[in-house]
Nanobody, 126 residues
Framework: QVQLVESGGGLVQAGGSLRLSCAAS????????MGWFRQAPGKEREFVAS????????DYADSVKGRFTISRDNAKNTVYLQMNSLKPEDTAVYYC???????????????????WGQGTPVTVSS
């Protein structure tokens, strides 16, 4: 079965950086798009970034453009989210996700993903 395990979250001051990782297993990683989402307390889960199966296409939420970078290493079955210039409003639990279908264009909505990790918390202090 598909498993996604996030890591790298933590507490950081505003203006700082964190790098999240998501290790995937259970199928051929390089055939599937990947996405990062986040959910703050009391809010709905929202799109952060996505990357195509070969890394050739990326997309970002407007709120993180220019600060966050999504990348993937298909040899390591891992997708990353480099987060720079963090703001208190970035505080949330961050989830990685992947769709059931292979070679699919990455989606910017929750419904476009079928498998989810357990999440890693990020707290940005002011």
């Amino acid at each position: 079965q598909v498993q996604l395990v996030e890591s790298g979250g933590g507490l950081v001051q505003a203006g700082g950086s964190l790098r999240l990782s998501c290790a995937a297993s259970g199928r051929t990683f390089s055939m599937y798009a990947m996405g990062w989402f986040r959910q703050a307390p009391g809010k709905e889960r929202e799109f952060v970034a996505s990357i195509s199966w070969n890394g050739g296409s990326t997309d970002y939420a407007d709120s993180v453009k220019g600060r966050f970078t999504i990348s993937r290493d298909n040899a390591k079955n891992t997708v990353y989210l480099q987060m720079n210039s963090l703001k208190p409003e970035d505080t949330a639990v961050y989830y990685c996700a992947t769709p059931r279908a292979s070679f699919r264009q990455p989606s910017g909505v929750v419904a476009g993903y079928d498998y989810w990790g357990q999440g890693t918390p990020v707290t940005v202090s002011s």
